[in-house]
């Protein structure tokens, strides 16, 4: 893996995004109930969106804005990894979804960590933070869905 | 009221009897005492009977409520008990667990001066009042249609369907899994919130009324919906929300770590407090510790209390977010249920037998309001505590089983496993199949379910009768 420039960072994050698709979708196909499937599908679309960003930031036509600071509600952080079956529940899809998402987080702020490329490093935060917003997205839905403690 | 006639405004909300706290806590016995006649008519005169009456516009089964409560204030008790059935069939239940202070009683016109009628008391008043007489009045019945309906769940929303289409002439059965009539009203609200003898009586008039009960039936294994539907020209399916969520967190296959239904259906459907007189034992607990803030929360956390243990409420928000009715959660107050606000569970530590010891938790505070303006709470490092304790009880939500999806072909499921139904008419994605309550919308609660019940009823009606 090399990544002395933004454009090999960019490249392995559009690839990241590709994984991270196809793992859902993989998910997606083995459901045993179609519902659950569905959730997966959407999740896979959402990477494919992020991909389809970064492509754009790529070629020149976008930014990738850092501006506001990422709240992290931490709900995933304590939670049980979830075993991976076909009868999974949309509940434990958000779990998979926020754990994955923590994983990409850490990931890039391993990275930013290890570089002392000032522009380097700035790239790697800004994805850090992109997957931390996403992280955010799912924590949000899995809150208002199953933390209602009613 | 013309100004001439205007008269003193009476703000003063008569308070109802209960038992006293330190009494209430070591008993199962109801905790209201319900009004006197006297106490009754003297609130129903209170309402001034609006022209436009928000009150109405704001009880999800619109019942006429001033109606009512003109019969009572003029000791017409029969009269009111008819007109409050004619929109509720059970009121001795609604009159109990309603959350009338969010609906009705919230938009009285006297609610602004903290007078509001206290329309909830006045029900059950009522409704008590009506069992408290030798007969209940039986409906005159429609001729038999020769239509026959299935229904598949005896809660509120089934009891409710099974009891408008018997009384449009058809043909009723309801097949309940457990072995009791009533759905979370009886395995579910404890004694002393809902006695389980109102709840029967409301089954047995429906069994008066030649609806068919049969218990201990599974539907999707004992027997699935397309093969009822051979027999049956409808199926209406309000299989509630029984599926308890925990929290995902270590330590939940401790023993001692109960999900509320089962600790309350234990209790309540097993009468486990009456051990030895009945089989099922709750196990005495010192220290329990109930992980949630709804209604089923307060209702964990009192009976543990009422089964001697300290009890204690561990909720992630703080206090003016607790779902619970206020009510309940000022009684549980005085009963003395401790309550830890913005607290989270992390894990909980099990001994060397495999039971659980103790919870460690984390405090939490509520970080900068969102898009909606609501502050989530957040955690807040290095404030971990641990307490010991013998029992969890997880009370933080439910969803739909899903046995009856996964055995309905062609049966469209949403995301968190409910059947989705039209709002209006409870019609599914299958012909023949309705469906209401919490199956549809997820947990809510009692009079959603029935008003749920009804519109399917009415819907269910309408295609037998294009038969
Ligand atoms: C502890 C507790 C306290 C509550 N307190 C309040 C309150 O104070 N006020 C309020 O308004 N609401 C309260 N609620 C919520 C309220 O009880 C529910 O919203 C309401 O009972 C839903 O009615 P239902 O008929 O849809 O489902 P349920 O009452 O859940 O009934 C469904 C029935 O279907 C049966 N069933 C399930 N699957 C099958 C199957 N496959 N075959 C046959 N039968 C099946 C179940 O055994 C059950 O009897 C409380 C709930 C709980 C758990
Ligand atoms: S709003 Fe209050 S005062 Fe007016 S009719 Fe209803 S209960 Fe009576």
Redesign the interface.
């Known amino acids: 893996m090399n990544l002395n420039s933004v454009s090999q960072i960019l490249d392995f994050a559009i690839e990241k995004e590709e994984e991270a698709a196809q793992f859902y979708r993989n998910l997606a196909a083995k459901m045993g109930q179609q519902h659950v499937g569905e959730v997966f599908e959407s999740f896979a679309r959402e990477e494919m969106e992020h991909k389809a960003k970064l492509l754009a930031v790529r070629q020149g036509n976008m930014t990738l804005i850092d501006s506001q600071r990422v709240t992290d509600l931490k709900i995933g952080d304590h939670l049980v990894e979830v075993v991976l079956s076909p009868d999974l529940d949309y509940k434990q899809a958000l779990i998979v979804a926020m754990k994955a998402e923590k994983a990409a987080f850490q990931l890039y702020q391993g990275l930013a960590s290890s570089t002392d490329d000032a522009n380097l490093k700035g790239i790697l935060l800004t994805l850090a933070k992109e997957e931390a917003r996403h992280k955010l997205r799912f924590e949000i839905e899995y809150e208002e869905n199953f933390l209602r403690e009613n | 009221m013309s100004e001439g006639e205007k008269k003193q405004l009476d703000l003063k909300r008569r308070e109802m009897p209960k038992q006293p706290p330190e009494v209430r806590r070591y008993n199962f016995s109801e905790v209201a005492l319900g009004y006197t006649p006297e106490l009754a008519i003297e609130e129903a005169k209170r309402c001034i009977q609006c022209k436009k009456p928000s009150c109405i516009a704001n009880c999800p089964v619109e019942i006429n409520i001033p109606g009512f409560l003109k019969k009572v204030a003029e000791g017409d008790f029969v009269g009111g008990i008819r007109v409050l059935k004619d929109k509720n069939c059970l009121p001795a239940v609604c009159g109990r667990v309603c959350p009338q202070e969010e609906q009705c009683e919230k938009t009285c016109v006297f609610h602004k001066k903290g007078g509001q009628i206290a329309i909830g008391r006045i029900e059950r008043f009522l409704a008590d009042w009506e069992a408290q007489q030798s007969e209940s009045e039986m409906p005159d019945m429609p001729p038999r249609s020769g239509r026959k309906v299935a229904i598949v769940g005896g809660g509120p929303a089934g009891l409710t369907v099974a009891g408008d289409l018997i009384k449009f002439g058809h043909e009723v059965t309801v097949f309940e899994a457990l072995h009791k009539m009533g759905g979370v009203l009886v395995y579910g609200i404890p004694e002393f919130r809902l006695p389980k003898a109102i709840v029967n009586r409301e089954v047995e008039y429906l069994r008066k009324l030649g609806v068919e009960l049969v218990t201990d039936f599974v539907v999707g294994k004992t027997r699935t919906i397309d093969s009822i539907l051979e027999e049956y020209d409808a199926v209406f399916v309000g299989s509630g929300a029984g599926l308890p969520?925990f929290?995902?967190?270590?330590g939940?296959n401790l023993n001692g770590v109960y999900s509320a239904n089962e600790y309350l259906t234990r209790l309540n459907l097993m009468k486990g407090f009456l051990f030895p007189k009945y089989h099922t034992p709750v196990k005495s607990h010192r220290k329990v510790a109930v992980?949630?803030?709804?209604?089923?929360?307060m209702d964990c956390a009192r009976s543990a209390l009422r089964l001697g243990a300290e009890s204690r409420i561990i909720?992630?928000?703080s206090r003016e977010e607790l779902?619970a009715r206020l009510e309940e959660v000022e009684n549980a107050e005085e009963e003395g249920v401790i309550f830890d606000f913005l607290t989270l569970p992390?894990?909980y530590i099990g001994d060397e037998n495999g039971w659980v010891k103790a919870i460690e938790c984390q405090k939490m505070e509520l970080?900068?309001p969102?898009a909606s303006g609501r502050r989530?709470?957040?955690?807040i490092e290095g404030s971990e505590v641990i307490y010991p304790l013998d029992a969890v009880v997880c009370?933080?939500?439910n969803?739909p089983n899903?046995l009856i999806?996964?055995t309905t072909p062609g049966l469209k499921?949403?995301?968190?496993?409910n059947i989705e139904a039209d709002e209006k008419t409870g019609a599914t994605s299958r012909e023949k199949i309705w469906a209401g309550g919490d199956v549809v919308t997820g947990?809510a609660t009692v009079i959603l379910a029935m008003g749920a019940g009804r519109f399917a009823a009415r819907s269910i009606h309408e295609y037998l009768s294009s038969l």
């Open positions: 969520w929290m995902e967190i270590p939940e992980v949630g803030g709804g209604n089923v929360a909720y992630r928000r779902p992390l894990r970080g900068e969102d989530k709470p957040i955690p009370a933080i939500g969803s899903p999806g996964a499921i949403g995301k968190k496993g947990a």
